[in-house]
C-alpha cells in the first residue's frame, strides 16, 4: 500500500497527489472530475469517471496478491452502495491468496442481491441480482429501525443478566444484519440521485431528502455499532458478575426507552414527511444527550470492583454516545418538516 503526504491548499483546503501510474493508466488530465465515497470513518474510495475505468453500473479493479484483504473488501463494499451492478477484481501479478478470496466471498454474502458470477485463480467477478423499488427500500428501512430499537433496549439486561455472552452473540448477529441492511438502503438512496422515478417511489421529493436519509441511516447503523461496543465491554468483564441495583436499572430503562421513543418517531416521521415530535422534543434530545446520568456515575464512584467500574465508565460513555446519534437523527427530521411546509 502506497503512503501519500496531505499538504494544506489555501487556508482551509487539504490535497493529496495522486500516483503517476495510476494518472496515467485512468487518462486523468487537469480539470476532470473524480469521484469520492466515503467508505467508514477512515476510508476514502476514489474513482475516475473515464469509460475505460468504470462505467456507472460496472467497475474493475487491478490488484496484486499482496493487497490487503481489508483493502479488497473496503473496495467492494464502496462499489455496491455507489451502485456497481458488476465488479471485477483482477489479481494481475499472481493468484489470488487465500485470505483475500475467504474475504471477499464474506464480503458478497454481507451484500444484499449481489452473487460471484466468476471465481478463478486470478479473476473474482460479481454481479447484482437485486433491482431498487420503494417497496424493498421501506421494508429494510423498517426492519433496520426495529433492530436499531431491539439492540437498544439490550443494554439494561447486558448489564444486569450473568448470561451475558448469550445476549453478546445475539448483538454480534443483529450488527452483521443492520451493517446489511445499511449498506442496502443507501444504495437505493444514492441510486434515487440519478433516477427521478426511483426517487419518487421511495416518497423523497429532493436530493436534500437523499442526504438527509443517509445520515439518518449511517446514525443508526453507527449506534447499532455502539450497542455493540457495549456488550464487548460487558462481555470483557463479565467476571465482574452482573450489576444487581434497582435505581441504576430502572433509571437506565427509563432512559433507554426514552431513545427508543425518540428513534421511533424521528425515523418514521422523516420518511412519511411528517415528524410528530413535540416542540419541546428537540431539548429532550440535548437534555439526553448531556444527562449525567446521577444514579450510574454514584454507582460508579462507589463500585469497589476496578473492572466492573472500568467497564460502567465505558458503558456510560457509548450510552451518551447514542443519545448524541439520536439527537441527530431527530434534527434532521426536524429540519426536514420544517423545510416541507
Given at each position: 500500500?502506497?503512503?501519500?503526504?496531505?499538504?494544506?491548499?489555501?487556508?482551509?483546503?487539504?490535497?493529496?497527489?495522486?500516483?503517476?501510474?495510476?494518472?496515467?493508466?485512468?487518462?486523468?488530465?487537469?480539470?476532470?472530475?473524480?469521484?469520492?465515497?466515503?467508505?467508514?470513518?477512515?476510508?476514502?474510495?476514489?474513482?475516475?469517471?473515464?469509460?475505460?475505468?468504470?462505467?456507472?453500473?460496472?467497475?474493475?479493479?487491478?490488484?496484486?496478491?499482496?493487497?490487503?484483504?481489508?483493502?479488497?473488501?473496503?473496495?467492494?463494499?464502496?462499489?455496491?452502495?455507489?451502485?456497481?451492478?458488476?465488479?471485477?477484481?483482477?489479481?494481475?501479478?499472481?493468484?489470488?491468496?487465500?485470505?483475500?478470496?475467504?474475504?471477499?466471498?464474506?464480503?458478497?454474502?454481507?451484500?444484499?442481491g449481489f452473487l460471484v458470477t466468476e471465481q478463478t485463480s486470478q479473476l473474482f467477478s460479481i454481479h447484482n441480482y437485486l433491482e431498487p423499488t420503494g417497496t424493498l427500500f421501506s421494508e429494510h428501512l423498517n426492519q433496520l429501525l426495529s433492530t436499531t430499537i431491539r439492540m437498544v433496549k439490550m443494554v439494561p439486561n447486558l448489564l444486569s443478566n450473568s448470561k451475558t455472552s448469550e445476549l453478546c452473540?445475539?448483538?454480534?448477529?443483529?450488527?452483521?444484519?443492520?451493517?446489511?441492511?445499511?449498506?442496502?438502503?443507501?444504495?437505493?438512496?444514492?441510486?434515487?440521485?440519478?433516477?427521478?422515478?426511483?426517487?419518487?417511489?421511495?416518497?423523497?421529493?429532493?436530493?436534500?431528502?437523499?442526504?438527509?436519509?443517509?445520515?439518518?441511516?449511517?446514525?443508526?447503523?453507527?449506534?447499532?455499532?455502539?450497542?455493540?461496543?457495549?456488550?464487548?465491554?460487558?462481555?470483557?468483564?463479565?467476571?465482574?458478575?452482573?450489576?444487581?441495583?434497582?435505581?441504576?436499572?430502572?433509571?437506565?430503562?427509563?432512559?433507554?426507552?426514552?431513545?427508543?421513543?425518540?428513534?421511533?418517531?424521528?425515523?418514521?416521521?422523516?420518511?412519511?414527511?411528517?415528524?410528530?415530535?413535540?416542540?419541546?422534543?428537540?431539548?429532550?434530545?440535548?437534555?439526553?444527550?448531556?444527562?449525567?446520568?446521577?444514579?450510574?456515575?454514584?454507582?460508579?464512584?462507589?463500585?469497589?470492583?476496578?473492572?466492573?467500574?472500568?467497564?460502567?465508565?465505558?458503558?456510560?460513555?457509548?450510552?451518551?454516545?447514542?443519545?448524541?446519534?439520536?439527537?441527530?437523527?431527530?434534527?434532521?427530521?426536524?429540519?426536514?418538516?420544517?423545510?416541507?411546509?
Open positions: 500500500m502506497e503512503k501519500r503526504k496531505a499538504h494544506r491548499v489555501g487556508r482551509s483546503s487539504t490535497a493529496v497527489t495522486l500516483p503517476y501510474e495510476w494518472v496515467l493508466r485512468n487518462g486523468i488530465s487537469p480539470g476532470d472530475e473524480l469521484q469520492l465515497l466515503e467508505s467508514g470513518s477512515d476510508t476514502l474510495i476514489l474513482t475516475s469517471s473515464k469509460d475505460n475505468a468504470i462505467t456507472n453500473n460496472k467497475k474493475s479493479f487491478d490488484v496484486h496478491s499482496n493487497t490487503p484483504a481489508e483493502h479488497l473488501e473496503r473496495l467492494l463494499i464502496g462499489t455496491y452502495i455507489v451502485g456497481a451492478n458488476d465488479v471485477l477484481f483482477n489479481c494481475t501479478d499472481a493468484p489470488f491468496s487465500a485470505s483475500q478470496l475467504e474475504v471477499l466471498n464474506e464480503s458478497v454474502g454481507r451484500l444484499t452473540r445475539v448483538i454480534s448477529t443483529l450488527g452483521n444484519q443492520s451493517d446489511m441492511l445499511y449498506y442496502l438502503i443507501v444504495r437505493i438512496l444514492l441510486k434515487s440521485l440519478s433516477n427521478r422515478k426511483l426517487m419518487a417511489d421511495l416518497g423523497i421529493d429532493s436530493p436534500q431528502e437523499v442526504v438527509g436519509g443517509r445520515l439518518i441511516t449511517k446514525s443508526l447503523e453507527e449506534i447499532c455499532d455502539r450497542i455493540e461496543s457495549i456488550g464487548s465491554l460487558v462481555e470483557e468483564s463479565d467476571n465482574g458478575g452482573p450489576v444487581d441495583n434497582e435505581e441504576l436499572n430502572e433509571h437506565l430503562n427509563k432512559k433507554i426507552n426514552h431513545i427508543c421513543e425518540l428513534i421511533n418517531v424521528s425515523v418514521e416521521g422523516y420518511f412519511s414527511g411528517s415528524v410528530l415530535l413535540p416542540n419541546s422534543a428537540l431539548q429532550e434530545l440535548y437534555d439526553l444527550e448531556r444527562s449525567k446520568d446521577k444514579p450510574l456515575l454514584a454507582y460508579i464512584k462507589n463500585e469497589k470492583n476496578a473492572e466492573v467500574s472500568r467497564m460502567l465508565t465505558g458503558v456510560r460513555s457509548l450510552v451518551q454516545e447514542v443519545g448524541r446519534l439520536t439527537r441527530a437523527i431527530g434534527e434532521v427530521a426536524m429540519n426536514n418538516s420544517l423545510r416541507r411546509t
